[in-house]
């Protein structure tokens, strides 16, 4: 069965240094891969998606994202965080038919 | 453009009552999408509409939870009777239904406390 583990269930980073959040999947193609951001109270919004191609794709607020198939991993990265990106992140893939599985989080405090 | 609405935002219910939770979609998604986001969780699927019919509620516990997505714009997803277990923040989420994005449209959910 397809699954999605971040392996960290939260980090804290210092403002201005840089984040790396860990994302790897189980499935035996290369599905879409997602990155979404919840801030408290509030529901998921896409940060950055990878279909195809490129390796390293872009997103909002300076994020980034890297696809490595023979790690089966998808982690995301900023390299300078700020006080605002404090939020849970998720991970996800779809792999078709509208089947979109979320990891557990990630949830980043960032301290002054 | 406005996003995936939602309502109620919060709602607190006694064991036993019912509860109905609302969404209206973005305008021209077909696709809308129930799930259920448990503290420290990822989102789960609950049920997936396209249009006005229910193409996967595999997930859905058919015993207390029922949904509805009359003429095929907004839905209502109810429970009945409510249990503590049920505690919650229940998302709508909608979309294109093109296969080729994927990307969800998320409202700000709708947070269950069952007492």
């Known amino acids: 069965a397809q699954s999605v583990t971040q392996p960290d269930i939260h980090i804290t980073v210092s403002e201005g240094a840089s984040l790396e959040l860990r994302c790897n999947y189980s499935?035996?193609?290369?599905?879409?891969l997602f990155w979404y951001v919840q801030s408290p109270g509030q529901g998921l919004q896409l940060l950055l998606k990878?279909?195809?191609?490129?390796?390293l794709v872009q997103g909002i607020k300076g994020f980034e994202a890297e696809f490595k198939r023979s790690q089966s991993s998808f982690n995301l990265r900023k390299p300078s965080v700020h006080w605002s990106d404090a939020a849970e992140y998720f991970c996800?893939?779809?792999?078709?038919?509208?089947?979109?599985?979320f990891g557990a989080g990630t949830r980043l405090f960032v301290k002054a | 453009e406005a996003g995936v609405v939602q309502s109620p935002r919060y709602k607190i219910i006694e064991k036993k009552q019912p509860v109905a939770f609302w969404c209206n979609p973005i305008s021209g998604h077909n696709t809308l999408y129930w799930y259920l986001q448990n503290l420290g969780q990822g989102p789960e699927l609950l049920i997936r509409?396209?249009?006005?019919?229910?193409?996967?509620d595999s997930q859905l516990p058919k015993d207390r939870f029922s949904a509805e997505r009359l003429k095929g714009v907004d839905s209502t997803l109810k429970i009945q009777p409510a249990e503590l277990g049920d505690s919650a923040v229940y998302l709508c989420?909608?979309?294109?239904?093109?296969?080729?994005?994927?990307?969800?449209?998320f409202g700000e959910g709708s947070r269950l406390t069952v007492l």
């Open positions: 996800a893939v779809n792999t078709g038919g509208f089947k979109t599985i």
């Open positions: 989420a909608s979309s294109l239904g093109d296969r080729d994005s994927g990307e969800l449209f």
């Open positions: 990878y279909f195809s191609g490129d390796t």
């Open positions: 499935y035996g193609a290369t599905p879409y």
């Open positions: 509409y396209e249009n006005e019919e229910a193409v996967d």
